[in-house]
């Protein structure tokens, strides 16, 4: 079993230096990230949020690995995953991360347990047994382990994501939209938790949405405007979160 990664209460869990992203564009550069610095604690729940094409998701991406700054540092517990290889990268995605999206992405032909085991095996690895029972009595999916994707609902679809992105016992947990497509009771199911891993499991969440009111249960809303980091709410309420994006609209 991957040992879970110990966070130091004085070492921030993510840290973003300067970070830059840019495409080419025909003949032209389109910048997504324009030197975004930022620092998040461990255990905290921080959301992401901006107007469409502000770059929220090319934000989650680099400091989940999945792509490269074109400038600045990525430092993840301590390590600057913005120098690692192609190799380290695949390693650090697979050991230290955990993803949550919005499609589920489960393996349909794989039971609710064997979805769930799914990064460990991967990895060459053996299930612990315990910390799967724990895993998803936490998540409530206690009985329906030997379910296929196909027998569940869209709640315990995610209910089986969010307990695969945490079974590996990841540091730093991503969740892109991960309520997007869930009725309102279920999605506070969901977003409930995702904050007890954070209180409980010591892990620090990030999440990118588009919904206020799933911004207020986080502890700190970031937001972005055209590739920049401009301005951010501690203790949100989802009226104080609709006042800022109603002013990056103007």
């Not at 990664?5 to 324009?34: C, D, F, M, W």
């Not at 679809?157 to 497509?181: K, N, Y």
Request: proline share 5%; with cysteine; hydrophobic share 45%.
């Amino acid at each position: 079993m991957t040992a879970a990664i110990v966070n130091s209460p004085t070492q921030p869990a993510v840290r973003l230096v300067e970070v830059s992203k840019s495409y080419p564009n025909g003949s032209e550069v389109s910048h997504a990230l324009r030197g975004v610095s930022l620092t998040l604690l461990p255990a905290s729940f921080t959301a992401i949020m901006g107007p469409s094409g502000s770059g929220k998701s090319t934000l989650l991406n680099c400091a989940a690995g999945l792509d490269a700054p074109s400038r600045g540092q990525i430092i993840i517990n301590g390590l600057d995953i913005s120098a690692f290889s192609a190799d380290q990268l695949t390693r650090y995605r697979r050991e230290k991360v955990g993803f949550v999206f919005q499609a589920y992405n489960l393996i349909e032909h794989l039971t609710v347990a064997e979805n769930i085991q799914l990064p460990i095996i991967l990895a060459g690895q053996r299930p612990d047994p315990a910390w799967q029972a724990r895993l998803i009595a936490m998540v409530g999916l206690a009985g329906l382990e030997r379910r296929r994707p196909s027998e569940l609902s869209g709640g315990q679809s995610q209910r089986v994501a969010i307990a695969r992105a945490l079974f590996t016992r990841p540091a730093i947990v991503f969740a892109d939209e991960p309520t997007g497509a869930l009725d309102s009771h279920t999605a506070a199911d969901v977003l409930n938790l995702l904050r007890a891993s954070a209180r409980e499991l010591r892990q620090t969440v990030i999440l990118v949405t588009h919904d206020a009111k799933v911004a207020a249960t986080a502890d700190r809303v970031l937001f972005l405007s055209d590739g920049r980091l401009v301005d951010q709410l501690d203790a949100p309420t989802a009226e104080r979160i609709a006042g800022s994006m109603l002013a990056l609209g103007r």
